[in-house]
């Protein structure tokens, strides 16, 4: 089956904690991206990369990393700068090249902050 | 800049009737267009696109799309809802020259099929 995996589905976290929420494809797709959903506002694109080895931020970058280190793997650290990262986050890949192909998502991940 | 507008956050509808759920964007070039819908707690799931060509195109679930290029709008529409149809519809734009960039999303309306 292809398709994007993330993980965990609902995750938990200590006010100061970093975390990682995991995504994974096996599309070989060469972009991948991560959004950010709250209710009301739509998508809002965090980072993505368009090859390994290379990212750029997004609208709202600021309190979260990333890295791209294998072409099917592209994981999300929420850092503790987030101030308010309670949300559910959203990973997609697309092919690099033809930008009329549509991306394709995963099922997400809700990190609520304890 | 690339932006995408929906004006409505909520659609009512009764299950039977037509529905049409609004979009309208801007590019600075020629755009590609897609609809996604979402159902609580799961990821997008693709309905149709428009790429170019005939302007008004056919998707999953029995979804249309009318591509108006002068009024800057993609609404999507069906002719009869159902009830299974309430969820919440995504429209989202990425210029023709830029492959391999994220696609920029509306805010999203919630569609509600009352039976």
């Known amino acids: 089956d292809g398709g994007i995996t993330q993980s965990p589905k609902y995750l938990f976290r200590k006010e100061g904690q970093n975390v990682t929420l995991s995504c994974e494809q096996n599309l070989n797709h060469d972009a991948m991206y991560w959004y950010r959903q709250d209710p009301g506002q739509g998508l809002r694109l965090i980072y993505y990369s368009q090859i390994v080895n290379d990212f750029q931020k997004g609208d709202i970058a600021e309190g979260y990393s990333v890295s791209r280190e294998k072409k099917e793997s592209f994981p999300l650290t929420v850092t503790s700068a987030q101030k308010n990262p309670t949300a559910f986050y959203l990973c997609?890949?697309?092919?690099?090249?033809?930008?009329?192909?549509?991306?394709?998502f995963g099922q997400g991940t809700r990190l609520t902050v304890v | 800049a690339q932006s995408v507008a929906q004006p409505e956050d909520q659609v009512n509808v009764a299950e039977g009737n037509p529905l049409t759920v609004k979009c309208t964007y801007s590019?600075?070039?020629?755009?590609?267009l897609f609809w996604y819908v979402q159902y609580p707690n799961r990821g997008l799931q693709f309905l149709l696109k428009y790429i170019t060509g005939d302007n008004l195109v056919k998707g999953s679930y029995g979804f249309e799309a009318e591509f108006n290029k002068s009024q800057t709008s993609f609404h999507l529409k069906k002719p009869s809802a159902l009830v299974s149809d309430s969820a919440l519809y995504f429209c989202?734009?990425?210029?023709?020259?830029?492959?391999?960039?994220?696609?920029?999303f509306g805010k999203g309306t919630t569609l509600s099929v009352s039976s």
């Open positions: 989202a734009v990425r210029d023709i020259n830029q492959a391999g960039t994220a696609l920029i």
């Open positions: 997609a890949s697309s092919p690099r090249e033809g930008a009329s192909t549509e991306a394709f």
């Open positions: 590019v600075s070039g020629n755009p590609y």
